[in-house]
């Protein structure tokens, strides 16, 4: 049927010549690109042209009521009589535990007035659209771990881990230790998670259809499902994105089958608030946050985001500090500087949260992670990281999603060792003894990977030996104009007498992402690093040899600094 319809859509360009009816179509196809662009444009949180409107659900606003006015005051059954015309819009729904109501307005509107409006409102103290997060898994495309494999076609001496083995000889995890994982839900029938399955007591035992422990939601047996994508408060997994979190997390440890979380033993819960796409509002968040932090989950993992800020998800934030809890967070997926561009929940300035970049099997950051000398705050495998998927199924897949939650499994293993230590002193350790890496130097506050080891022995780990900052090294003075010029090839030579290996210092490095690359090129001619993008400073790939040619090529200008390379260390 569809080729039909195009068949017939070409044969109606053809046949009609220039004339009014061929001119309104030309003009529809014309929209529907322009609008198609739009929409692109907006998914990839990248252009800010349409900067009133964001991410969000069309319609759809999350408002805090004033202090002195509380959504209990209201009778739930009847707060659309009571409120609705108050606001102007449809009560979608309250969340009580942060003074929240999600309200309904015209689609048609701009959220610019619709914000303005509610704002204005007396009873308002703030409003804001009902955000859209994303889960941090990049597209799941078999070949994209084999072509990272292809770019590090230097071999490093950096084979890390999380020292998981070492870590088990201590603790194994315990059955106390609550996670929730706010993501897509979890397959909690799964035998290799089964055992490490939350679950609500009284809902378990309570009767099916009524809300047992009075908590507002009916059958929450295993967690909730806020974004009410599937069966009512049940968060079964049909994503799979979830799944996998739980499987590094908690995977049941020493049964004989499947794979092995970092916790062989601990208490999963699941808070469905990502859709099947992989999409989640900021209405779901702030419910599955304040659940988790009521039914005692100690640790949050979350692998997802959005580059919208908001108040709501900072109060709920901050609520689950208060409890005591810590909340570790996927750093982004984008290649991009959070310090500059900070992406939410990773960059909330709340003293609990933990943002986590990828590392890739080479003790390497990954191309694709965020990173930020500021707000990222420790690195964790992150690329090609196999584990549970939905409906049995196994996958190896690649994102900031996947680092997020070995941190989390260390941190609750260690919790479970050391239940005293306050989330603030788990997370200052956490950060302490994790293991440097020269990758990470400059583009977290740690400098390092997550280990479990070092965190349950609580020493330091010893400093990294392929760190080229730790080597010798001569000044150098490679740089191109800032901006370069379109159009821009050059070539440069660095040579080191008697070095075995060498490594450059970028001391600034910022290019067009994709099209404007700088190869670092070894002796024999192969070529050791490509380097494109905004990349901040650091020490590049270590390079067999004495030598490294400098190849820079660019396309049309972009008004980009380029790049100056100040050092060569070498060893
Ligand atoms: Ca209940």
Same mark, same amino acid.
């Given at each position: ?22 001119? +309104? ?23 800010? +042209? ?6 969000? &659900? ?55 007035? +619709? ?26 495309? %078999? ?11 230097? &071999? ?34 799964? %035998? ?73 033993? &601990? ?47 900072? /109060? ?28 939410? =929940?990773?960059?909330?300035?709340? %003293? ?50 996947? +680092?997020? !939650? ?6 609750? $293993? ?6 005293? $230590? ?13 293991? !440097? $890496? ?23 780990? =010893? !400093?990294?030996?392929?760190? %080229? ?13 800032? =901006? ?16 075995? /290996?060498?490594? $450059? ?67």
């Amino acid at each position: 049927m569809p080729q039909l319809n195009l068949s017939h859509r070409v044969q109606q360009q053809t046949m009609i010549s220039f004339n009014l009816v061929r001119f +309104a179509f030309r003009s529809i196809k014309l929209l529907s690109h322009l609008f198609v662009a739009i929409l692109i444009a907006l998914s990839a949180s990248t252009l800010q +042209a349409f900067d009133q409107e964001r991410d969000a &659900v069309p319609g759809e606003y999350v408002i805090k009521l004033k202090p002195m006015f509380s959504t209990l005051d209201f009778n739930p059954q009847k707060l659309n009589v009571q409120l609705g015309s108050v606001l102007g819009a449809f009560v979608k729904s309250a969340l009580p535990s942060a003074n929240l109501l999600v309200v309904q307005r015209a689609v048609v509107e701009t959220q610019k007035s +619709a914000i303005q409006e509610l704002s204005n409102n007396p009873l308002v103290e703030y409003a804001e659209p009902n955000l859209i997060y994303r889960s941090l898994k990049l597209p799941n495309d %078999p070949d994209f771990a084999r072509q990272w494999g292809l770019k590090n076609s230097i &071999v490093s001496q950096n084979s890390v881990d999380i020292d998981i083995e070492r870590a088990w000889d201590i603790t194994t995890g315990s059955e106390e230790m609550i996670v929730a994982i706010i993501d897509s839900g979890i397959d909690y029938n799964r %035998p290799d998670l089964r055992a490490n399955i939350w679950t609500n007591e009284l809902e378990l035992n309570g009767k099916p259809g009524v809300d047992d422990d009075q908590n507002g939601y009916v059958d929450d047996i295993y967690g909730i499902n806020p974004i009410g994508d599937g069966s009512i408060n049940n968060p079964h997994d049909n994503s799979g994105h979830g799944t996998h979190c739980a499987g590094t997390i908690g995977g049941v440890g020493d049964n004989g089958h499947g794979i092995t979380g970092v916790n062989w033993k &601990v208490k999963i819960m699941g808070l469905k608030f990502l859709r099947s796409t992989g999409e989640g509002t900021l209405e779901a968040a702030v419910k599955a946050i304040d659940y988790a932090v009521s039914k005692g989950a100690k640790v949050l993992s979350n692998s997802w985001g959005s580059y919208e800020s908001s108040l709501a998800l900072e /109060e709920a934030i901050e609520r689950a500090h208060k409890a005591g809890a810590i909340f570790i967070a996927a750093a982004g997926n984008d290649g991009t500087n959070n310090d500059e561009k900070p992406i939410y =929940p990773a960059s909330i300035d709340i %003293p609990n949260v933990i943002s986590v970049a990828a590392i890739n099997q080479n003790g390497e950051m990954s191309g694709f992670s965020n990173w930020g000398a500021k707000t990222v705050d420790i690195g964790a495998p992150g690329v090609s990281i196999y584990g549970f998927w939905k409906n049995g199924e196994t996958k190896s897949v690649s994102g900031t999603s996947m +680092a997020a !939650p070995f941190v989390s499994g260390v941190a609750a $293993l260690v919790w479970s060792h050391e239940p005293q $230590l306050t989330n603030l002193e788990l997370k200052e350790r956490l950060l302490r003894t994790s293991r !440097p $890496l020269g990758s990470l130097r400059e583009k977290s506050t740690s400098y390092g990977m997550v280990n479990a080891y070092y965190a349950l022995i609580n020493e330091q780990h =010893p !400093p990294d030996p392929n760190d %080229p900052a730790n080597w010798e090294s001569i000044p150098v003075s490679i740089e191109t104009d800032h =901006p370069y010029a379109s159009y821009t090839k050059k070539t440069f030579e660095v040579h080191v007498p008697g070095a075995k /290996e060498i490594s $450059l210092y970028f001391e600034h490095f910022d290019t067009e992402k994709q099209m404007d690359e700088v190869k670092l090129i070894n002796k024999e001619g192969r070529i050791s690093h490509n380097i494109s993008g905004s990349r901040g400073r650091f020490y590049s790939r270590i390079i067999k040899g004495d030598t490294v040619k400098v190849e820079f090529k660019a396309d049309a200008s972009v008004e980009s600094y380029g790049f100056k390379i100040t050092k060569a260390a070498y060893r």
